[in-house]
């Protein structure tokens, strides 16, 4: 199904509404916004941003014959700055183990919050899955 997008007039807002088996999601694209050194509206105009985007998984146990279930995940995902820089180390030794320093930033997750879901097994028993749910996401510097 194809989602549905509505702009408030002046708002700033804008709203995806997306027909979802599990929950009938409406998200707001506010809440998805990339590191903006402290300028509200900074970078609202690349759609390729780093944000944050929702997907729903169905999740199994590997081993066991239990009930799947769907779950609304999130991930990170979009463009960071293009410049990247490697600046040349000096060092007092005669090897250079690594001669420069580079610097690039990731798209990554800046908050999360730990979630779980049970599922029923056969003869009655259930097993927790646990996963990270992110709540915001950053341009962050690589490592």
Not at 4 to 21: E, F, K, T, Y
Not at 30 to 52: I, Q, V, W, Y
Request: charged share 20%; aromatic share 4%.
């Amino acid at each position: 199904m194809k989602p549905s997008i509505s702009a408030g007039p002046n708002s700033g807002l804008l709203l995806v509404l997306m027909c979802c088996p599990l929950l009938g999601l409406v998200q707001s694209a506010s809440s998805n916004k990339a590191s903006d050194n402290g300028h509200p509206h900074l970078g609202d105009a690349d759609p390729e941003r780093c944000m944050r985007h929702h997907f729903v998984e169905t999740i199994t146990h590997p081993i066991y014959k239990c009930n799947s279930k769907m779950v609304l995940l999130a991930r990170c995902e979009g463009h960071c700055s293009h410049t990247t820089r490697s600046d040349p180390l000096i060092s007092f030794s005669s090897v250079l183990k690594q001669p420069f320093k580079s610097t690039c930033s990731c798209c990554r997750p800046h908050t999360s919050k730990l979630k779980a879901v049970r599922l029923r097994c056969a003869g009655g028993t259930r097993i927790t899955a646990t996963y990270r749910y992110i709540l915001a996401c950053n341009c962050e510097e690589c490592s």
